[in-house]
């Protein structure tokens, strides 16, 4: 059935959404926890090791914020799967 592939697309666009978001989540506290401890060794942090420090940071933060539109969008395919399931159900009865 093709409403079943709709909901089977929409479960898996959210589950892989969800992965990336943990992945990404992951990624960002140990940066921090890496900034931390190399800033606590050393107290002269060179401005273009900073620079580098951020990039990976910020790639992590679009990373997070694609994955939160790829759950939206998976959403959207739920709950759009029921609303024709549902309108399925209406003109049968």
Do not use: W
Not at 36 to 62: D, F, G, H
């Amino acid at each position: 059935m093709v409403i079943q592939s709709a909901f089977d697309s929409g479960v898996a666009g959210f589950q892989a959404a969800t992965e990336r978001a943990s992945e990404s989540a992951a990624n960002i506290a140990s940066q921090q926890t890496d900034n931390i401890q190399a800033r606590s060794s050393s107290t002269n942090v060179e401005t273009e090791q900073a620079v580098q420090e951020t990039k990976p940071l910020t790639e992590e933060l679009v990373s997070l914020k694609v994955a939160e539109r790829e759950a939206q969008v998976a959403a959207k395919v739920i709950t759009t799967a029921d609303e024709v399931v549902g309108s399925l159900i209406d003109t049968r009865a």
